[in-house]
């Protein structure tokens, strides 16, 4: 069977959400095309990394350019996204691998979020290895979501990612870990509970 790739050139809508109540929250990266939509579950770090270095890129793109690449320095608010995912969500996978790369003679940010897959070795550099051969594997690897984004797309992205990673528990202003509404026991606190304020 031939692996499985979701494209979208250009996506009508790519975000990402979450669905479930602070704490206990499934976060999804989502891309839309007319009717067709493709939802992926990642972990809450997975859509942090991604938005920092998305960002962290696209500054890079800026600098090397000396400013005449098509990217915005903020996220602009005419492409700005707040609306929640669209349902019903319907999970294609779980995201292992993620990949971004700027792709300057299109001036396009390429996301891919490929599927999780669990490889049996022995060592650091077999594991390296495998996870190369899967990465590269075109033919028969896993299912991948491949979206092309401009730089407004990306920026527009980024900045609502970290909105929404940003929009769980308050963290405790002792230990900075998150507090869940019933407190939590705050190593700060010699294991006293700290409730939430």
């Known amino acids: ?20 109540l602070p704490g206990r929250r499934t ?4 891309a839309s095309s007319g009717t067709r939509v493709t939802s992926v579950a990642l972990e809450k770090t997975q859509v942090a990394a991604l938005a920092e270095r998305m960002d962290e890129l696209l ?3 800026v600098r090397r350019s000396g400013g005449s690449a098509a990217v915005p320095a903020v996220a602009p608010a005419e492409v700005s996204d707040t609306e929640p995912l669209e349902t019903p969500i319907e999970e294609e996978f779980r995201v292992g691998t ?15 979020a490929q599927a999780l897959v669990e490889i049996d ?3 650091e550099e077999d594991l390296a290895a495998a996870e190369e051969r899967l990465l590269q594997d075109e033919e028969n690897g896993p299912p991948m ?5 401009t730089g407004a797309q990306a920026r527009a992205f980024a900045k609502r990612a970290l909105d929404v990673v940003n ?3 308050p963290p405790c202003p002792l230990c900075s870990l998150p507090l869940d509404p019933e407190g939590h026991v ?7 509970r700290r409730g939430a304020a």
């Open 59 to 61: 500054d890079e793109v």
């Open 167 to 169: 929009a769980g528990r």
């Open 1 to 20: 069977m031939s692996r499985q790739v979701f494209l979208y050139d250009p996506p009508d809508r790519f975000v990402a959400g979450t669905v479930g």
């Open 121 to 123: 070795v022995e060592s």
């Open 145 to 149: 979501l491949r979206v092309l984004l």
């Open 27 to 30: 976060f999804f990266l989502q």
């Open 186 to 192: 705050c190593p700060r606190q010699n294991g006293y």
């Open 98 to 112: 993620m990949a971004l790369a700027w792709d300057g003679e299109e001036q396009r940010m390429i996301v891919e």
